[in-house]
Every structure is written in C-alpha cells, then in structure tokens.
C-alpha cells in the first residue's frame, strides 16, 4: 500500500484563497446597518472575508476587488436616492463590473406604498447595466428586521454565496 501525503509544492495558489465579500450600506434610521451587520455576520459564520463600510466612506471601485458585492441602501421620502448615495450610485454607472456577483437588499417603509424600498430596485438594475451578475433575488425589509426578517436576510446571503460558489470553484 502506497500513501501518498501531498507537500505544499502540490497545492495551487487558488487552494488557498478565501473568498471575499464588500458590503456597502446607506442608513439614516439604522435599519439598514442592521441589515447590513446581518449580512456581514452570516458571510463571517461561512468562512467569508469581509468589509464592509457606509456609503459615504465607500468607493465603487473597492467592489471589483471583491468576490461578491453587496449593496444595502435605502429610498427617501417618496422613493428618491439619499443625497449621501447620489454621487456612489451616478459613479457605480460609469464603471464595468462584468461577471461581478452581487447581491442588494435593504429596508424601507411600506407606508410610501409605491415607492417602498425603491432605491433597491433601483441599484439592482444599476448592477445589472454594468454587467453585475444577480447572485439572490433582491429583498425588502419593512422598518427595522424582526426575526422572521433576520432568517430571510441569512437566507438570502447563503444563496448568494452558494450562487458565488457554484460559479467559481
């Protein structure tokens, strides 16, 4: 019987590389730094290198040297951009993140009706423009998340995980 015991020599650089996962938040209740904490918290249960910052200390540019993104913003008023997500979102436009995996929720109030977590939808489709991959459908938390909110937010980031996954190992 003849074992064979691998050496480091045998193993590849790519044997050894965590993945890694940029969250950018907007929050002015707190909600979405919750959402945002939520999610940073799951990615770290699984192993998950993360960063992630408030929109107004982030640049695009920091989401193509990451695995997945993940982007948690949140509507003002009837549905606008905050002023602190104007410049971030007209800037993530002007980029290619072709083929980057990438995940948005974030929380709103369903009093606004129509235009209820609006800003999601909104950078969903800015992803989509500039080639982002759709790793999890998007997701909308009414006001703070509750625990039915908090398992649909960790549901949410395996799935996006297991979508990174599925498409890079």
């Known amino acids: 019987m003849n074992l064979s015991i691998p050496s480091y020599f045998d193993y590849k650089k790519e ?3 965590l993945t890694t996962a ?3 938040y ?3 209740t707190g909600n979405n730094e919750e959402v945002a904490s939520i999610i940073d918290e799951k990615l770290q249960d699984m192993g998950i290198q993360t ?3 408030d929109i107004t200390f982030s640049d695009v540019n920091e989401f193509s040297e990451y695995d ?3 982007m948690v ?3 003002y008023g ?3 951009l905050p002023d602190e997500a104007l410049d971030f979102y007209e800037d993530l436009l002007e980029i290619d993140l072709t083929d980057k995996i990438f995940a948005v929720a974030g929380s709103g109030d369903v009093f606004y009706e129509d235009a209820y977590c609006i800003t999601v939808d909104d950078f969903t489709k800015a992803f989509l423009k500039i080639g982002g991959i759709q790793a999890a459908e998007s997701l909308k938390i009414n006001l703070a998340p509750d625990l039915e909110d908090i398992e649909n937010i960790e549901q949410f980031t395996e799935k996006a995980v297991n979508f ?4 890079h190992k």
Do not use: H, L, Q
């Open 164 to 167: 990174y996954e599925a498409n």
């Open 68 to 70: 997945i993104a993940f």
């Open 73 to 75: 913003p949140y509507s």
């Open 15 to 17: 044997d050894f590389t």
């Open 78 to 80: 009837e549905g606008e």
């Open 26 to 28: 907007a929050s002015m």
């Open 22 to 24: 940029k969250i950018v």
């Open 51 to 53: 960063d992630m910052s």
